[in-house]
């Protein structure tokens, strides 16, 4: 992986000298705050209404009516901006023929996609830190579940790393950025919505869909719990697609 | 030592061979040009030697490490301006070369000054703030050379080097490529002939994935002139001067120069390779009574070796296995 602070730092200057960095986080705030100050209406609004009937007043909480759908939110909006972020990593070079530069400096392939990666990454967190706002708003103004911020925020991340590691691999197949991030979004919507099918697909399949959609594993986070196979799903979705970058760099390689 | 050893190297695109058992050495301190038509191999064989691509069979060593096992100490070792110069113009000039030498792992305390030292040594230094894509293409090629040259490498690669450039730029390039190649050794490819010969102390003409020649510029032109070549003039009929040539021993083909202008007949000769026919011929005119008015090699460039190697090649290819590969192959 040597090497891969300079592709790091180059990655990253690009991100944040051109617009790209800023116009995806300020969609994702925008959106994010939008949510969260219709969720937090909503809550005001039935709090009012229950105030006089206990018996309601008693189910009503910040994690059920706030916390939990905006953290679903944030990931459909992070399924829709994070092909944004990935489609032009190995494409542009491609197209610029730069990579062939970038591929003969003393730095491993693995390198050259760590670094890539990690800046994607780092823009990833800067968007998900830039949210940070609506818990402590909460926390203020309430007792909000602690344990469900974190597991959110943590499914938040994971799941933002997986869709990095789909859309660079797919960016890392052509030299079109359009083609990359919609592709990107494409895959990234059928892993989401795959288990739909698995109540008509048979027992068997239906089995292996649900283990392979993202809706799936990321309803744990969205509880409150951190359980260790889906945290193994985000990890080993993230290596696999990396893993298939690195071959596909070998193959480009190849045929170079 | 030799620095670059190559060895059979042969690659293929699919069932498509773009070279084909390359074999040649470039020893310490040598400018080797690489020329060749367009799709000859050049690239191909350059994208090998920079461990960018990986050879289909046979191999290459470069300061005696293999490019398939030790691609990263080679890459330390090597700078390389590929085609195009595919830089990132998004860069400023100085931040590029910066990411250039964390890249090449130039030592954190050395990198600014190495960075300095390159671009004064290639005429970045009134420009290094600037955005890279609107640098003039002059511009943009000295920063694609000053990004070769960080770390000092000893070997280095260049891709057409002078491609797109005006006349004064390519003179430009052409002495800063002179002036670093003291102590290192450049392999350059170009199908700008005099280019080579300017600038290379070797050449190696690559035509259809396969070496055809390798020499000396002064060497090629020697040797591999299909035949030499002298104008004679004298004033004589033309008709009899054909007859006299045309049946004249070592004499390949004789053609008029130009129309015959106040009794004077210019004819350009063409004859046997290594045997000079001036004398003789001087001596058959002077008995046929002819006045002879001039009688000159025609020196052979390395243009006419390097189209006479080229189109063999076409040709034999074309009369032995049909068009179509040609159309393939080009």
Redesign the interface.
Known sequence: M??W???F??ET??FF??PIAYAVIASFLLISGFFFWANVSLMSLISLQAANNPMISQRINLTDVVIRPLIQNMSIILLFLMPLLTMRLFSEEKK?????????????DLGVLMGKFLSAGLVLVVMLAGTFSFPLLLLMLGEPDMGTLISGYLGLLLMGGAFMALGIFLSSLTENQIVAAAISFGAALLFWVMSWTSSFSGEKLGAILRQLSILEHLDTFHKGVLSLVDISFFVLFTAFFLFLTLRSLEAY???? | MAMIEVDGLTKY?GRLAAIRDVNFRVGSGEIVGFLGPNGAGKTTTM?IL?????ASSGGAKILGLDVNTDS??I??K?G?L?E?I??????RVR?YLD??A????IPAGQRAQEIDRVAASVGLDQVMGKIIRWLSKGYRQRVGLA?ALLGDPPILILDEPTIGLDPIQIREIRNLIKSFSRNRTVILSTHILPEVSEICDRVIIINKGTIVAEDTPANLTKSFGKSTRCQLVVRAPAAEVTTLLTSFPGVLTARPATDSVNGETAVIIEASPGKDIRPALARAVHEKGWDLLELRPIHVSLEDVFIDLVTEEIEESSASEGLEKMEVAS
């Open positions: 040597s090497g602070y300079a592709v730092r180059k200057a690009n000298v051109s610029s023929g730069s990579i062939e530069l970038l591929l003969t400096y003393p730095i491993t390689r190849w045929r170079g | 695109y994208r920079t461990c960018f691509s990986p990263l100490s890459r330390k090597m390389y590929p195009n595919p830089l990132y113009g998004w860069m931040a990411f250039v964390r890249a090449k792992k990004q």
